[in-house]
Structure formats: structure tokens, C-alpha cells
């Protein structure tokens, strides 16, 4: 018996789908191997690792596709267009038999039994509040702003949360890099007062992030593992663009523009980090090489747990972060 992870599932083949499943592998390899060589390294094609070599196929085949292919904006507007849909419908359909809106703004039609509807002056709720005319929510700035009102003048104190675990639900499941904080709609990604705003190379290294921000979201391992990959690609671009011959000057280089001061405590975590996910990704674990065994003939470990995928990467966010507004 054979066994494929598949929709974060497992699924059990009998051993005569053995050669078949060998065989779409070597096929996908082929199609693949010009444009990531990794693949012919990586998959081994022995009958113990074939759950391994299609994870690591499907894997290098999802990073190849983020790297080289343009945004798609359209599924990502296709995602914010399908969250405006859903929102409105449940804001305007569901909400008024929840009892989430204080009373002024719930309507009854006696008819066919009785219903409560929405009642809510639209145009003059904004012009009151913040001053501007009412119009049609298309983009995720005026659902923003539709939601930061709804939550502070329309919405019951008491059912404040949860009308936020409703929309935050609706965010999830689309996996939008969103959710409902306090009544505002904040954007998961590293906190900070400081303006993430330079492009430095939006190819190489800012659609990989977005990518990144998308995949860590995603339920499925394979998904968080790539948008690790992902985010450490992106830490190794900002190093390589670095003054210096060598790596370890590349290393300084990038510690000094958060501190000048070589011998500060300040240029030694960010020099010490940067070393140590050389050594994360190269030597500990399955990130960026799958060979079993890294340089020193040791084991690399296979990352399986998806809580400690996103540990990883979150603390790597947080380097990159610094080096990119430092840069």
C-alpha cells in the first residue's frame, strides 16, 4: 500500500497503483526539468518516498509558477469581488434576523408571516458620519470603510464580536490576507508604524511576498511550506543585491544598514540571525534542497508541522521586514 497527501488528506492506493503514479511523477518532471532543474535532483522515484516525491513534484511546480508568471490580478480581484458579494448578501439578508443592529436600523414587513428587513439610510449614515456621499463598495478601501461604520454606529455593542467572527469566517475562507480587528479591516502582514512602501524589485521580490502573504494561509501544509520557500527566497534576493565579493560581506553589509556599529549588539543579532537561517534553510530542513542529506552527510529534516511552518515563517517576515525598510 501507498499513501499521497492530497487536500489535506490522506489517501490510501493499492500497490498496483504503484507504477502509475511513477509514472506521473517522471511525466511531470520531464514537462518541468529545463525550467526548475531542482526537480531532477529532488525526486528519487523510490517506492518508499513516492508521497514525498509528489509533494516535493506538486511543491517546486506551485514555487516555479509564483516566481515566473505575472500576478494574477484577476484572481485576486476575482477573490475581493466574490468577499463584496458574500458581505453584502449576509449584511443585508442575514444581519436583520441575528439581532446584530440596534433597532433603529431593523425594519418588520408584516406580510407572508412576517419578516424583518434592513433599514438603513446609506447616504445619510455617511454624510453624517464621515462626511462624504454613499457609494457602491467595489474595492476593499470602501468595504474598510463600510465595515469601521457598520461596526461603530450600526452594530449592537454587545454583538460586536460577533459580528466580527462572521466576517472574519467569510475572510478566511477566501483567504484573503484580511481580518476584522477592533472594527477596522487590517491586513495580515508584519505590524509596524513604519511605511512598508519602496519597490525594490517587484519581480524578484515584492510578487513573491504577496504570494507568500496568500500561501500561509492556505489550510494545506504543502501550501504554507511553499510560501516559506517563498518568503526565504525573497530574504536571499534583498542579501544578494548587497554590496560585497563574498556572502559574509553581503551579510555585513545588509546588518550595518540597521546598525552602523559592527561591534553593537544591534549589527550582531541581525548578522547572527542572517547566518542562522543560512543554516535553517540549507542545512536543518527540507526548504530550499531536498536531498536527505545536506552538505555535512546530516540529515535534513522533512517540515511536517504545519503550526511550526508558519513559526518559521513569521520569525523570517520579521528579518526580512527590517532589511527591506532598512534598505
Not at 552527510?297 to 528579518?319: C, G, H, Q, S, W
Amino acid at each position: 500500500m501507498i499513501e499521497v497527501e492530497h487536500d489535506d488528506r490522506l489517501l490510501v492506493f493499492p500497490d498496483i497503483y504503484e507504477e502509475n503514479i511513477r509514472n506521473l511523477i517522471i511525466e511531470i518532471g520531464m514537462v518541468f526539468m529545463e525550467e526548475i532543474p531542482e526537480i531532477r535532483e529532488s525526486v528519487t522515484l523510490r517506492s518508499d518516498t513516492l508521497n514525498t516525491d509528489l509533494g516535493i513534484t506538486k511543491g517546486f511546480i506551485k514555487k516555479y509558477l509564483a516566481k515566473n508568471k505575472c500576478p494574477n490580478e484577476n484572481k485576486k480581484d476575482n477573490k475581493i469581488s466574490k468577499f463584496l458579494m458574500r458581505f453584502k448578501t449576509f449584511f443585508e439578508n442575514e444581519l436583520p434576523n441575528k439581532g446584530y443592529l440596534k433597532d433603529e436600523f431593523i425594519g418588520y414587513d408584516n406580510w407572508d408571516g412576517g419578516r424583518c428587513y434592513l433599514n438603513i439610510d446609506y447616504d445619510y449614515q455617511y454624510k453624517l458620519h464621515s462626511g462624504v456621499e454613499y457609494k457602491e463598495c467595489t474595492t476593499i478601501d470602501e468595504i474598510k470603510m463600510f465595515i469601521k461604520l457598520a461596526f461603530e454606529y450600526w452594530i449592537k455593542n454587545d454583538k460586536r464580536y460577533d459580528f466580527t467572527k462572521d466576517v472574519n469566517k467569510i475572510l478566511g475562507e477566501l483567504r484573503l490576507p484580511y481580518s476584522l480587528q477592533k472594527g477596522k479591516i487590517i491586513k495580515k502582514e508584519y505590524k509596524t508604524t513604519n511605511k512598508n512602501e519602496k519597490i525594490i524589485n517587484y519581480k524578484m521580490f515584492e510578487e513573491k511576498i504577496q504570494h507568500a502573504q496568500e500561501m500561509i494561509l492556505s489550510p494545506k501544509r504543502l501550501d504554507k511550506k511553499c510560501a516559506l520557500d517563498l518568503i526565504i527566497d525573497s530574504l536571499l534576493y534583498i542579501i544578494s543585491i548587497q554590496e560585497g565579493e563574498g556572502m559574509l560581506d553581503k551579510y555585513s553589509n545588509a546588518s550595518k544598514k540597521v546598525s552602523n556599529d559592527v561591534n553593537g549588539k544591534a549589527y550582531s543579532v541581525v548578522k547572527n540571525e542572517i547566518k542562522e537561517w543560512m543554516k535553517i534553510s540549507n542545512e536543518y530542513f527540507d526548504i530550499r534542497h531536498n536531498e536527505y542529506l545536506n552538505n555535512a552527510k546530516e540529515k535534513r529534516e522533512a517540515l511536517t508541522d504545519p503550526m511550526f511552518i508558519e513559526y518559521l515563517y513569521n520569525r523570517v517576515y520579521a528579518l526580512l521586514h527590517i532589511l527591506k525598510l532598512k534598505q
